[in-house]
């Protein structure tokens, strides 16, 4: 069985020649240097990240995590917690506004059911443990062993996904009060 520690030792190292490469080419754009700031940071730091040989024509995909928050009953959303399913059929139609985005880009969505207060959407992968997490003003949101297992579980279905030929990945959110467990 696959455990953190075997992903996290799974994780290569940045290559630092490309990143150096990286660096040179931003240098030499004609903009005041540092003007992107932050960007420049952290194309730096995509530039080092190996399994990426050309940058033309990637296949690219947003992962939304989808759940629900013990923590709306404390009255902290105004929206209902079932837009949350409803929300998370809306990406699986892309009629959702990240959808919209991310067509501009090439980019595909993928919503993945990991704890809608609902029963399981037909056509959504599924990896809920249950039908939302705990009140975290009353208590853990869920157990160590459950959150190793959804992180353990997320690992898998990115590796799922670069065999699938996808090869840059972007991460989501979808939950009715998802803002204080965030905040949190």
């Known amino acids: ?24 080419h931003i240098g030499g754009l004609a903009k005041p240097p540092r003007s992107l700031g932050r ?3 952290l194309a730096i ?3 080092g990240m190996p399994g990426i040989d050309k940058l033309d024509d ?3 995909e947003i992962i939304v995590m989808c759940a629900d928050h013990g923590v709306f009953e404390e009255g902290v959303a105004v929206t209902p917690q079932n837009v949350t399913a409803i929300q998370a059929r809306n990406i699986q139609k892309q009629l959702t506004g990240v959808c919209a985005v991310a067509r501009s880009s090439g980019t595909s ?4 059911d990991i704890g809608i207060d609902c029963e ?3 056509g959504m992968i599924n ?3 249950a039908r939302g997490c705990g009140n975290i003003a009353k208590g853990p949101a869920m157990s160590y062993q459950d959150a190793e297992h959804l992180l353990i579980a997320s690992a898998e279905l990115v590796r799922t996904r ?6 840059v990945i972007g991460t989501g959110e979808l939950g009715i009060a998802n803002t204080t467990p965030a905040s949190a």
């Open 127 to 129: 990896l809920k443990l």
């Open 39 to 41: 960007l420049e940071d």
């Open 58 to 60: 990637l296949p690219k």
């Open 45 to 47: 730091l995509l530039a």
């Open 1 to 24: 069985m696959t455990t953190l520690e075997d992903l996290i030792r799974a994780i290569p190292p940045l290559d630092h020649t490309a990143m150096q490469m990286a660096e040179q």
């Open 120 to 122: 399981p959407i037909d």
């Open 162 to 167: 670069v065999a699938a030929g996808i090869r």
């Open 109 to 112: 969505v993928l919503p993945v």
